[in-house]
């Protein structure tokens, strides 16, 4: 099983900018697919992001279409979750996963880190 690292999160203003990264140690990561999820407090878990295990493929919530970028570097064993034109609505834990290949569905993710808190301020 891979483990992961979530790191990068932190208290922004409404518009700025933020990078998350996601180390991966353990098995090979690069076959997996990656996504990023979310979680605000007393909401539901929330997809935002998936890339496929080269690269190329990538799906992304319709909550951040256009405004968050996923990317990944097999050769660091890390995915980043790039979040720009931040909202406080974005305000949450956010998650990343490890899966057999890219998806929405959260269930299909076997791997899970801790979180990282994103804090947006109006």
């Known amino acids: 099983q891979v483990q992961l690292v979530e790191s990068g999160g932190g208290l922004v203003q409404a518009g700025g900018s933020l990078r998350l990264s996601c180390a991966a140690s353990?098995?090979?990561?690069?076959?997996?697919?990656m996504g990023w999820f979310r979680q605000a407090p007393g909401k539901e878990r929330e997809f935002v992001a998936a890339i496929s295990w080269s690269g190329f493929g990538t799906i992304y919530g319709d909550s951040v279409k256009g405004r968050f970028t996923i990317s990944r570097d097999n050769a660091k064993n890390t995915v980043y979750l790039q979040m720009n034109s931040l909202k406080p609505e974005d305000t949450a834990v956010y998650y990343c996963?490890?899966?057999?290949?890219?998806?929405?569905?959260?269930?299909?993710?076997?791997?899970w880190g801790q979180g990282t808190q994103v804090t947006v301020s109006s």
């Open positions: 996963a490890a899966a057999p290949q890219k998806t929405y569905y959260a269930p299909a993710y076997i791997s």
């Open positions: 353990g098995r090979t990561f690069s076959s997996d697919g």
